[in-house]
C-alpha cells in the first residue's frame, strides 16, 4: 500500500502568518487522485484540495496545493482563526485508499 | 442540497456486531459510490472500503475482508455498514463520504458527521 508521511506533526503559527504542510508518498502517486481534507475537533473531514492542486467549492484561495510524484504541499497562506484544525493528505488512486497521518495546526 | 445522515452512537460487546446506516438526500443516490471511513479516538483517518449505489458491487480494504459488509437500499438512498466480531480496537467513529467522480475527480466531497461505535465489555 501507498504509505503517506506527513509532516510536520504539528505546526504552531500565528494568525496572518503563512504555513506548509508536506506530504510524502513512499511510491509515486498520481496527481488525479491526491487531495487534502481539514478537520476539525468533532467534526467530519471537509475536502480542500483535490487532484493535488484544485480547490474544492467553497474553499477560499488563501489555500493552495501544488507537488506531483512523491511530494506534494498544502500552503495555507494567511492564517485565519478558523483554519486552526489538522490536515491530512490523501490519495485516492490506488487501492488501498490511503490517508496521511495528519498535520496540526495551532496557534 | 447534498447530505449524508447516519445512524447514531452504538454500544456493543466484544464479539457482537454493529451495523451502520447512511441516508443520501439531494442527488441521484445510484449514480455514485459511498466510501466508508473510521477514526479511533484521537487517531488519523482509515478507509474501510466502498459500495456502487447503482450495482452494489463493493470493495473492501483487505484488513477489513470477512469481517466487513457494505450494502445498500436504492428504495431509500440508504447505505449500510456492517463490521462482525467487534473487538476493542473497533471503538471509533465511521463516516460515510461520497465518492465524487464529476466534478473533483473521485475525491470524497461530502461527508456523514460520524457514528460512534464503542465496544465495551
Redesign the interface.
Known amino acids: 500500500e501507498i504509505v503517506l508521511t506527513q509532516s510536520p506533526g504539528t505546526l504552531s503559527v500565528s494568525p496572518g502568518e503563512r504555513a506548509t504542510l508536506s506530504c510524502r508518498a513512499s511510491e509515486s502517486v498520481s496527481s488525479?487522485?491526491f487531495?487534502w481534507?481539514q478537520q476539525k475537533t468533532g467534526?467530519?473531514?471537509?475536502?480542500l484540495i483535490?487532484?493535488a492542486s484544485?480547490r474544492?467549492?467553497g474553499i477560499p484561495d488563501r489555500f493552495s496545493g501544488s507537488g506531483s510524484e512523491t511530494d506534494f504541499t498544502l500552503t495555507i497562506s494567511r492564517l485565519e482563526p478558523e483554519d486552526f484544525a489538522v490536515y491530512?493528505c490523501?490519495q485516492?488512486?490506488r487501492?488501498?485508499?490511503?490517508?496521511?497521518?495528519?498535520t496540526r495546526v495551532e496557534i | 442540497q447534498v447530505q449524508l445522515v447516519q445512524s447514531g452512537a452504538e454500544v456493543k460487546k466484544p464479539g457482537a456486531s454493529v451495523k451502520v446506516s447512511c441516508k443520501a438526500s439531494g442527488y441521484t443516490f445510484t449514480d455514485y459510490y459511498m466510501?466508508w471511513?473510521r477514526q479511533a479516538p484521537g487517531q488519523?483517518?482509515?478507509?474501510m472500503g466502498w459500495i456502487y449505489g447503482k450495482s452494489g458491487g463493493t470493495?473492501y480494504?483487505?484488513?477489513f475482508q470477512g469481517r466487513v459488509t457494505m450494502t445498500r437500499d436504492t428504495s431509500i438512498n440508504t447505505v449500510y455498514m456492517e463490521l462482525t466480531r467487534l473487538t476493542s480496537a473497533d471503538t471509533a467513529v465511521y463516516?460515510c463520504?461520497r465518492?465524487d467522480d464529476y466534478?473533483?475527480?473521485?475525491?470524497?466531497?461530502v461527508?456523514?458527521?460520524?457514528t460512534t461505535v464503542t465496544v465495551s465489555s
Open positions: 488525479t487522485y487531495g481534507y467534526q467530519a473531514p471537509r475536502l483535490y487532484s484544485s474544492a467549492t491530512y490523501h485516492y488512486g487501492s488501498p485508499i490511503t490517508f496521511g497521518g495528519g | 466510501h471511513v488519523g483517518l482509515e478507509w470493495s480494504a483487505q484488513k463516516f463520504a465518492r466534478l473533483t475527480g473521485h475525491a470524497m466531497d461527508w456523514g458527521k460520524g
